[in-house]
């Protein structure tokens, strides 16, 4: 909508001309000022740029729908509502569904605790056929730190879904439908994210997975407003993408201790409260609070005397829950669909007690539940 | 239950209370004619809050601070971490706008400018089913004998009366703020404008950051005008950074400090140990307090807490 053309709206013949002379040719161009710098720059009176810049504005301005609209078109349109069903019954119930399209869905924990799993797990779900709960779709899957292992996969999937996948050819299919890229700088990133804007106008692309993003920049720049200001552009296409295409955008963030640089309160607390508020440390999620805010749907990965944890975070359309889990063959799996309602800033925290588990992709290092190797 | 946490307007709850009604069941003894007996009050309760115009947060502590509501005429900026429930208190306005004015409410409709993608219709669905149950007890307490006069609102007409813009770019987001003129006009009974937020687009990459402020501080004012001509309220969120302030590190409000000029009234909500508060950081009108509100189910309500309620700076 920004680059829609100014000789293409309409405008009188006059102001088109005046417009182009001054080489604003865009939308984008014309809207960049203020009505008041435009009618020095173009050297007109105030009421033609008025409604030359209502007409601008009127074009430029994508067409509205109302929410009812948009709720009918959702489901008519697409599976499951406008969701990506996990298979977590408890996850999915609180999530409306599962996964949503069109937005970004953060998985963020300490290292080892799952996120992984999970994203190959999503990953196979997506390109079954529709009739198991599938999209029937491709998948894309940037895989910064090499961490996917087509052999785990399949064995999450001849775990999960027997039947379709011991059906002659068919693991060979689905495994096809997964493509896994590795960009080994920021550049290499970039470039991926525009192929990916390709791919999903041309083929049946259902989910895009980033595994992880903390991974992308952490090689090759320092911490702290740099390395925020540098995903910002990243951000901004990755939700686009989402957004056009209707699919779900899976990213996973890492932790890192809190640094005594992070603000926690705001000035009028900071007069009222008489003792300082200590700086216990604790992990936060990695890139920032910029990073927070741009994500829709947070799901934290922790683990707490022992015991892995999945919760909704930041979700606006579930409470906040807790679900306990496992990482089995055949994935994850929850050990109880309810969840436990967390009150107040506790679901934000990230916590990593008693958690030491590596899991060897090999399939050697992992247990079922009971602890036996499988 | 008591008066004092109905989701109505506050001024209302006011009166009802000094006239000496504190809960449900001393109104549901009464007859319209009796609580009419200060004829005159019950009209004027009507007839001042439509011009009064304010729309409810369905939080009795929330809109006591805020004077009995969102104010129309008046843009309201409000901002706060992720998650703490800017994109509920949205849904929930566009939501509490359409309440008929014969309960109390604006009967308006609504204009969502999405520039995140938060919206979910699944929880607009959510919070306006619960708000037709609202409506329809509360209706049935204020029209015991005239039952006829029935609620005849369903949760996807609320939703058929809210006008979704999805916002991909900040070019796009000053066209749509320059074209709601022409839009409003032509739809004169939306009565509130939220943009959720107002920041994303103008966080992300922006260069030029004389060119922001320009175009914030012009989109600011074509915001103002145009709660002021069509008289509805315009409520726009913001995000959170951290700011380096009197020796340590604190969070603030984004966009940087000559837009923390441009709104008439600034609120803040954020986390107070377990529970969500809400705080008037800037207001010609409003004295500065905070109260707790709460983010259930059925969208914002009061807060369960048992703590004091509402906290004077």
């Known amino acids: 909508m920004a680059d829609k053309l100014i000789k293409e709206m309409g405008l009188p013949k006059s102001m088109a001309n005046v417009f182009a002379a001054r080489n604003i040719t865009t939308a984008q161009e014309a809207l960049a000022l203020t009505d008041f710098e435009l009618m020095l720059l173009l050297d007109v009176g105030m009421a033609e740029v008025s409604s030359a810049l209502a007409r601008i504005s009127e074009i430029a301005c994508p067409p509205y729908q109302t929410a009812l609209a948009l709720m009918e078109q959702r489901i008519q349109k697409e599976g499951h509502g406008g969701h990506l069903p996990t298979g977590l019954k408890g996850l999915d119930e609180a999530l409306c569904g599962g996964i949503p399209f069109g937005v970004l869905t953060e998985l963020v924990g300490p290292a080892g605790i799952g996120k992984t799993q999970f994203c190959m797990k999503l990953s196979l779900l997506a390109s079954l056929p529709t009739a198991y709960g599938g999209l029937n779709g491709r998948v894309i899957y940037i895989d910064v730190e090499s961490k996917f292992s087509s052999r785990r996969m399949i064995e999450i999937g001849v775990q999960s879904f027997p039947d379709i996948f011991n059906m002659k050819g068919m693991a060979q299919e689905m495994a096809g439908r997964i493509l896994v890229l590795r960009p080994t700088s920021l550049s290499k990133f970039t470039e991926s994210l525009q192929q990916i804007q390709v791919a999903l106008r041309q083929q049946q692309v259902k989910l895009v997975v980033i595994d992880s993003m903390t991974a992308v920049i952490s090689g090759d720049y320092g911490q702290g407003a740099s390395r925020q200001h540098l995903l910002g552009w990243h951000v901004s296409f990755i939700k686009s993408l989402a957004e056009f295409s209707r699919i779900p955008i899976v990213v996973t963030n890492q932790v890192r201790s809190q640094t005594r640089d992070e603000g926690c309160q705001y000035s009028f607390q900071v007069r009222s409260t008489e003792d300082p508020v200590g700086y216990d440390s604790h992990l936060v999620a990695a890139l920032g609070i910029n990073w927070a805010h741009s994500v829709t749907i947070r799901l934290v990965l922790e683990a707490k005397s022992g015991q892995r944890f999945i919760k909704l975070a930041k979700s606006p359309m579930s409470p906040p829950l807790a679900f306990p889990f496992n990482i089995t063959a055949a994935g994850i799996s929850l050990l109880d669909d309810y969840g436990r309602e967390l009150k107040g800033a506790e679901i934000n925290k990230i916590h990593s007690h008693g958690h030491s588990d590596v899991i060897n992709f090999d399939g050697k290092g992992c247990s079922d539940q009971w602890g036996k190797p499988t | ?313």
């Open chain 2, 1 to 313: 239950m008591e008066v004092g946490r109905l989701p109505i307007s506050a001024s209302q709850r006011g009166k009802l209370i000094r006239a000496g009604y504190t809960t449900l069941s001393s109104l549901s003894s009464l007859s319209p004619s009796d609580l009419a007996r200060g004829a005159q009050t019950a009209w004027d309760m009507l007839h001042e809050e439509q011009l009064l115009r304010r729309i409810t947060t369905s939080c009795a502590d929330l809109d006591n601070i805020l004077g009995g509501g969102i104010n129309c005429k008046e843009v309201t900026e409000i901002g706060g971490v992720p998650g703490i429930g800017k994109t509920q208190l949205g849904i929930q306005l566009a939501v509490n706008v359409q309440i008929p004015v014969d309960l109390g409410g604006l009967g308006g409709k609504a204009v969502y400018i999405d520039t995140e993608g938060s919206f979910m219709v699944e929880r607009a669905l959510q919070i306006a089913e619960a708000s037709v149950l609202d409506m329809v007890e509360y209706n049935d307490l204020l029209r015991k004998e005239h039952r006829k006069c029935q609620v005849n609102l369903k949760p996807n007409d609320l939703l058929e009366s809210i006008y979704y813009f999805r916002i991909c770019s900040y070019t796009e987001q000053m066209a749509v703020i320059s074209y709601l003129d022409k839009f409003i006009s032509a739809h004169k009974d939306v009565k509130i404008v939220i943009v959720d937020s107002v920041t994303f687009h103008f966080r992300q990459d922006f260069e030029d950051l004389a060119l922001r402020t320009r175009l914030l501080s012009g989109m600011a004012l074509k915001l103002m005008n145009l709660a002021k001509t069509y008289n509805l309220a315009v409520v726009i969120f913001n995000q959170v950074t951290t700011k380096y302030m009197e020796g340590s590190f604190q969070l603030a409000l984004a966009l940087g400090d000559s837009w923390s000029h441009s709104c008439t009234n600034r609120v803040i909500l954020y986390w107070n140990g377990d529970d969500r508060y809400a705080f008037i950081d800037k207001s010609p009108s409003l004295r500065s307090a905070s109260a707790p509100f709460s983010v259930t189910g059925k969208g914002i309500r009061n807060s369960a807490s048992n703590h004091k309620r509402i906290k004077l700076m």
